[in-house]
């Protein structure tokens, strides 16, 4: 059975950084593709970005297109989110997932298989 481990949120000024991470075990992590979503108070989950097995192709929502980056290391069976330039918009909790196969529909939450517990991410104006 594969676990997810979220860390990295916390409570950051706009226009602030934070790196989030997220560590699987239990399977090859290197064999699937991984995602972020985020949820805010009151909204459904949302596609944040994804990242295929090899981490050749990646996607993004457009409202962060240009401040997040989804990176991996294989090596370390980590996925990560660097966001930068953050907003109060931003402000949810971040959950990673694991894919089926190499790669994800994107924003299709069908097509993982397994979540973390989430991390929260507060951005103050």
């Known amino acids: 059975q594969v676990q997810l481990v979220e860390s990295g949120g916390g409570l950051v000024q706009a226009g602030g950084s934070l790196r989030l991470s997220c560590t699987a075990s239990?399977?090859?992590?290197?064999?699937?593709?991984m995602g972020w979503f985020r949820q805010a108070p009151g909204k459904e989950r949302a596609f944040v970005a994804d990242?295929?097995?090899?981490?050749?192709?990646?996607y993004y929502t457009d409202s962060v297109k240009g401040r997040f980056t989804i990176s991996r290391d294989n090596a370390k069976n980590t996925v990560y989110l660097q966001m930068n330039s953050l907003k109060p918009e931003d402000t949810a909790i971040y959950y990673c997932?694991?894919?089926?196969?190499?790669?994800?529909?994107?924003?299709?939450?069908?097509?993982?298989?397994?979540w973390g517990q989430g991390t929260q991410v507060t951005v103050s104006s």
């Open positions: 990242i295929s097995y090899n981490g050749v192709i990646t």
């Open positions: 239990g399977r090859t992590f290197s064999s699937y593709a």
């Open positions: 997932a694991i894919g089926r196969s190499y790669y994800v529909s994107t924003y299709d939450r069908t097509s993982y298989s397994a």
